[in-house]
């Protein structure tokens, strides 16, 4: 099965702060992404990557940005946390194009 | 115009009842589709993939029609457990799948 992994399941900081959100997953997939979801808005797509070291933008960058060093982890930086960022955030993994994605837990993230 | 599009429900059914979900999808170039479930602040699960013939697991059967781009699910004996979110998915082959907003379920004892 696949394991996808996210450092926190809650989290709780303040306005202005620099926030760190990991994500590790364990099937050696090349595919990764950061979501965030939001009552009747959905699931929106903040960066994903396809591979180490590359990225890309999706629907809702701005104030937001990611790290891939190693295949495995993909790291969503907020670098000046506001309060219109308190989310689910969710990150996800594949291996082959179309096939499912797979989901971490969550990280219900506060900012304060 | 959202790409994948689903009625937010909620859907409210007895035990035992047939409930049936559509989704749309605008971009017809969309070749792999999934039923993703999501429960109350929980993470989305692969509920199932949805193939061009049309698939069933159990309870559900999925169905595809490319000619009126939509996809639906379909769920027999309705169960308790069945109340959650469903999310409509489409890929279109790019890196990243479009997920519609989900439709609520509830069963109801």
């Known amino acids: 099965d696949v394991k996808v992994t996210q450092s926190s399941r809650y989290l709780v900081k303040r306005t202005g702060e620099k926030v760190f959100l990991e994500c590790v997953q364990d099937?050696?997939?090349?595919?990764m992404f950061w979501y965030r979801q939001d009552p009747g808005l959905g699931l929106r797509l903040i960066y994903f990557s396809y591979d180490v070291k590359m990225k890309e933008k999706g629907d809702i960058p701005e104030g937001y940005s990611v790290s891939r060093e190693k295949k495995e982890r993909f790291s969503l930086i907020l670098e000046s946390a506001s309060t219109n960022q308190t989310s689910m955030y969710l990150c996800?993994?594949?291996?082959?194009?179309?096939?499912?994605?797979?989901f971490g837990d969550g990280t219900r993230l506060s900012i304060l | 115009r959202k790409e994948v599009e689903q009625d937010p429900g909620p859907f409210n059914v007895p035990e035992g009842a047939t409930v049936a979900f559509n989704c749309t999808y605008s971009n017809s170039a969309s070749q792999s589709f999934f039923w993703y479930r999501q429960d109350c602040r929980k993470e989305p699960k692969l509920l199932m993939s949805?193939?061009?013939s049309g698939n069933e697991d159990g309870r559900f059967t999925a169905q595809l029609n490319r000619a009126s781009q939509y996809i639906s699910l379909l769920i027999r004996d309705s169960k308790l457990s069945d109340s959650a979110t469903y999310l409509c998915?489409?890929?279109?082959?790019?890196?990243?799948?479009?997920f519609g907003k989900g439709t609520s379920l509830l069963v109801t004892p």
């Open positions: 949805v193939y061009s």
């Open positions: 099937m050696d997939h090349e595919n």
């Open positions: 996800a993994s594949y291996g082959q194009i179309d096939q499912p994605q797979h």
């Open positions: 998915v489409c890929s279109n082959s790019g890196y990243a799948l479009n």
